[in-house]
């Protein structure tokens, strides 16, 4: 069974950092392509970032490029997100999921996996 578990999440000032985690169980996350996706209120769910499962290869939505960085600890099964010069509109209920096998990672109606979200708000 898929689980997937975020923590880390919290309020920040912009300009700040905060890196939020996601413990997998069920399956082996460095078999599939992983990623972050989030949720502003009043919007939908919008694609951050993805780490690839084969070649660990990267890739960011462009409004985040350059401020996040993903990352993969195989040992502990686990996914960060780390997150730096933080914006007010990168607030967002921040959802760890996996990519179909046969799915595009930038297409979030093709996820097989999701977690319960972890919320990060930047303000002052």
């Known amino acids: 069974q898929v689980q997937l578990v975020e923590s880390g999440g919290g309020l920040v000032q912009p300009g700040g950092s905060l890196r939020v985690s996601c413990v997998a169980s069920?399956?082996?996350?460095?078999?599939?392509?992983m990623s972050w996706v989030r949720e502003a209120p009043g919007k939908g769910l919008e694609w951050v970032s993805t780490?690839?499962?084969?070649?660990?290869?990267?890739h960011y939505y462009h409004t985040v490029e350059g401020r996040f960085t993903i990352s993969r600890d195989n040992a502990k099964n686990t996914l960060y997100l780390q997150m730096d010069s933080l914006k007010p509109e990168d607030t967002a209920l921040y959802y760890c999921?996996?990519?179909?096998?046969?799915?595009?990672?930038?297409?979030?109606?093709?996820?097989?996996?999701w977690g319960q979200g972890t919320q990060v708000t930047v303000s002052s």
């Open positions: 999921a996996r990519v179909r096998i046969d799915g595009s990672y930038y297409r979030t109606n093709e996820y097989d996996g």
């Open positions: 069920g399956f082996t996350c460095s078999h599939y392509h």
């Open positions: 780490i690839n499962g084969r070649d660990d290869r990267r």
